[in-house]
Nanobody
Framework: QVQVVESGGGLVQPGGSLRLSCAASGRISSIRAMGWYRQGPGKQREFVADITNGYLTTYADSVKGRFTISRENAKNTVSLQMNSLKPQDTAVYYC???????????????WGQGTQVTVSS
């Protein structure tokens, strides 16, 4: 059993900053990629950023230069520093961790329950 828990969401004014955190726990041998998706009101879930266990990062074009993803492998945690926030960043943010699964010769993606980020004046 793997648990993924996000924290750090909230209400912030346009131009402000927030930092989201995510911790994975349970039966974890190793973690490949960790990352974030988001789902805004009336929208489909979309990719935000991810980071490999080798610290390679990928960002959606809409957040490049404003968001920074980081992780601590020893603690099984990933964070998302969000700066210069815009109203269109309003969404529920979901963390994922990709854990290798030998029975399928691949990995299983585990999701958190989500944390609300609202950008509004």
């Amino acid at each position: 059993q793997v648990q993924v828990v996000e924290s750090g969401g909230g209400l912030v004014q346009p131009g402000g900053s927030l930092r989201l955190s995510c911790a994975a726990s349970g039966r974890i041998s190793s973690i490949r990629a960790m990352g974030w998706y988001r789902q805004g009101p009336g929208k489909q879930r979309e990719f935000v950023a991810d980071i490999t266990n080798g610290y390679l990062t990928t960002y959606a074009d809409s957040v490049k230069g404003r968001f920074t993803i980081s992780r601590e492998n020893a603690k099984n945690t990933v964070s998302l520093q969000m700066n210069s926030l815009k109203p269109q960043d309003t969404a529920v943010y979901y963390c994922h961790t990709d854990i290798p699964e030998s029975s399928i010769l691949g990995y299983i993606r585990h999701w958190g329950q989500g944390t609300q980020v609202t950008v509004s004046s």
